[in-house]
């Protein structure tokens, strides 16, 4: 075969390498082990395609993302290279074909899932298709310290060691740590020939926005996009959900994304995300991981990310053309205290909890960076840059001021208090509030009661967050949420070290009375629509209406104060000694977690007439989806439709069809077992 360049440019239609892939081609080429740190869009898989092709057996590439071995295969194919997967995500009949071209020997590249390594059978074939490299995919799902930790990833160095062949691992996200950990594992008892380029993504345009009107801010921001193509990572199904519906609404195109929908579903949205312009996916942090877009145009993040590397792997995705891209990252002080809450609340040794609130703090401390965002992230990955001009510190820095003497006023209520409170009730002691929480605990004799009316409680919150954000405080998940004091925060507390804080995070509240359009924030909303839906479940137990239960006073209360014991669940108006005890602990699970397992348009009927009435269009649907006989074409109506009928109740066919989403397919599949329900209705 010609030389590889000249197989580049034949083959896959590129002139020149791109930065830094000629030397990590030419030592796979000479046999020997490597290790690439690239930035997503570097051009990393053409690292291990190119060789593959001098090769005389197989290359098998192991990878985590079925979507991107999906992708690559098939892009592959089109350029003439004959490629095969193994997954979970394969038909029996491609399972099937795969098997039959590898027994006859016109595989040049094989894609397995590192489950499959599980299999004592894989060595077995690996070995008698004559492989001759391992190319390993994301080889930071090996390090236990790292952000995606994969446990069958371990399995990788026994492998190269059985197969006795050279080994080639790339990744775009390792700090030194979790790079020495890949030689560890992955190589053992070799040393890898290490190749590390430049993090920097110059075409990105890094932003942070402190989270006010968060569904707002975002909805500006695609706005601003019309038409581009992007991806909004979301920290809960629920929200991937709510999110995409709010942007159909505004006329955007836009579909949701998470574990929790059938695996037909997921394909099809990948597929359109990639066929579609200016299609956006609203998705849980699997999405994207395997989606080869390279015009993804833009990246939001609806929450705070877990870590430095996985910001930067998530943003990665955008922009991969090299063209400009821009991406927006909302973060506030729930978010910081759901990260820190999933490390302490984790089974993991306290070494590796230190790390992973290390890690935090590192994106915390970019989040809150009074300075150029970019330097400050590639200074985390062991790079440097010189020259930005494409973050929105860059384009309007930040005015900071003295926030010793407010922080200090906050550490000392919180010391004072025992470190038994969360912002809310410390808030109250600083500004001087009178409650009846406070005056039951006698904090009002406190000296620190309302040395703090300067600010207003959103100022308040802000400097609060600010403080997680220079870990000078954490949540204690023991103690439900209150703060604990850290000791990077006792040179502040004995006045012998000085804080700056940002002043443009600091929103001032806007005192003008508006219209209430709401009963709850829009933060708040999906958890009451839960409570709701358990309220009226208790009350169908007991065939009694729901406001026996509770009244909807005490459910807006639970919304927005968010109990967390049966103590505070007490405090609630509305709640005696019989609801507690009957009513205190199935309220309380809603509270702290489960408020997302019902569909976000069903959860909109919740404690309505309607909301019964979808239950029973989404039943009758069920039946009917595949026709009468069970075997005519699989259609179905969206949850949103479902909704729509629920509302509407039409009482034909022919309104019925009339209805968005349904058309007179549906209408002939649905509409006798429709109509019937709603008659009944």
């Known amino acids: 075969m010609s030389d590889p360049q000249d197989v580049l440019a034949k083959v896959f239609g590129f002139s020149a390498y791109r930065d830094g892939q000629e030397e990590v081609v030419n030592a796979i080429l000479q046999g020997r082990n490597t290790l690439a740190i690239m930035p997503t869009g570097g051009g990393k898989s053409m690292c291990f395609q190119l060789p593959a092709l001098f090769l005389e057996g197989v290359t098998v590439v192991i990878s985590p993302l079925i979507a991107l071995m999906r992708d690559q295969v098939r892009a592959l194919g089109e350029i003439g290279i004959a490629a095969g997967s193994l997954t979970s995500g394969n038909t029996e009949e491609e ?9 006859e020997n016109r595989l040049k590249l094989l894609y397995i899932a590192p489950e499959r390594l599980a299999n004592p059978g894989t060595s077995i074939l ?17 390090s236990q310290w790292g952000h995606d930790f994969r446990p069958d990833y371990l399995r990788i160095g026994a492998l190269r060691r059985d197969l006795d062949v050279p080994l080639a691992a790339f990744t775009a996200t390792a700090d030194q740590e979790t790079r020495d950990e890949i030689i560890a594992r992955l190589f053992e008892d070799t040393e890898p020939e290490v190749f590390l380029r430049g993090f920097d993504r110059p075409n990105l345009h890094l932003a942070f926005q402190p989270k006010n009107s968060p569904r707002q801010q975002l909805l500006k921001f695609v706005a601003a996009r019309q038409g581009q193509s992007g991806i909004i990572y979301c920290a809960t199904r629920n929200k ?16 949701s994304y998470h574990a929790g929908m059938e695996g037909e579903d997921r394909r099809i949205a990948e597929a359109r995300f990639q066929r579609e312009d200016g299609l956006i996916v609203c998705a849980t942090v699997a999405f994207g991981m395997g989606i080869d877009k390279p015009d993804i145009r833009w990246v939001a993040h609806a929450d705070l990310p877990k870590s430095m590397e996985a910001y930067y792997q998530e943003i990665g995705r955008a922009g991969r053309d090299g063209a400009p891209a821009d991406t927006l990252t909302l973060y506030g002080a729930d978010d910081i205290r759901l990260r820190r809450a ?27 960076a009074r300075r150029c965002r970019r330097r400050v992230l590639l200074r985390y990955f062991g790079d440097k840059v010189d020259h930005c001009d494409n973050c929105d510190l860059c384009a309007a820095p930040p005015e900071v001021f003295d926030g010793t003497l407010a922080v200090r006023k906050a550490l000392s209520a919180i010391l004072r208090t025992g470190e038994f409170f969360g912002a809310g009730h410390l808030i109250d002691i600083l500004r001087g509030k009178e409650t009846d929480k406070i005056h039951a605990r006698n904090h009002d004799q406190l000296p620190t009661f309302g040395v703090g009316k300067e600010y207003d409680q959103r100022q308040w919150q802000a400097i609060f967050r600010q403080m997680m954000g220079y870990d000078l405080i954490r949540p204690d998940m023991e103690r439900h949420g209150a703060f604990r004091m850290t000791e990077a925060a006792r040179p502040i507390l004995r006045d012998e070290a000085t804080i700056e804080l940002r002043k443009d995070t600091i929103i001032k509240a806007d005192n003008r009375r508006t219209k209430v359009r709401a009963l709850v924030s829009e933060e708040d909303e999906p958890l009451l629509s839960a409570l709701k839906a358990k309220r009226r479940a208790l009350a169908d137990a007991i065939q009694a209406p729901a406001y026996v239960v509770f009244p909807d006073s005490t459910l807006i209360a639970m919304a927005t104060q968010k109990p967390v014991t049966l103590d505070d669940f007490a405090q609630l108006p509305g709640v005696g000694a019989v609801k507690l005890k009957r009513y205190g602990t199935a309220f309380l699970e809603i509270i702290n977690g489960a408020a997302e397992e019902m569909h976000p348009s069903r959860r909109k009927l919740a404690g309505k007439p309607a909301g019964d009435l979808f239950d029973r269009l989404l039943e ?48 002939a599949r649905f509409g006798p077992a429709f109509l019937e329900v709603l008659h009944a209705e």
């Not at 991937?240 to 579909?255: C, P």
């Not at 949103?640 to 022919?654: C, G, N, Q, V, Y």
């Open 95 to 103: 399972t099937e074909e795969v098997f039959q071209a590898l027994e």
């Open 126 to 142: 690996l070995r008698k298709i004559n492989t001759q490299l391992i190319a390993v995919d994301e080889a930071h799902c090996v």
């Open 240 to 255: 991937t959900e709510t999110l995409a519906q709010a942007l159909r609404n505004e006329g955007h195109k836009a579909l």
């Open 342 to 368: 999933q490390i302490d609340e984790g089974l993991a040794p306290p070494e590796r909890k230190a790390a992973d609130h290390a890690r935090l703090n590192a994106l915390l401390g970019l989040a809150e």
């Open 620 to 667: 009758a649907q069920q039946g009917l989806a595949r026709g009468e006989t069970g075997t005519d074409k699989y259609l179905t109506c969206t949850n949103s439709t479902l909704s729509k009928i629920a509302k509407a109740r039409p009482r034909d066919i022919e309104t019925l069809a009339q209805v968005q989403g349904v058309g007179p397919q549906k209408a």
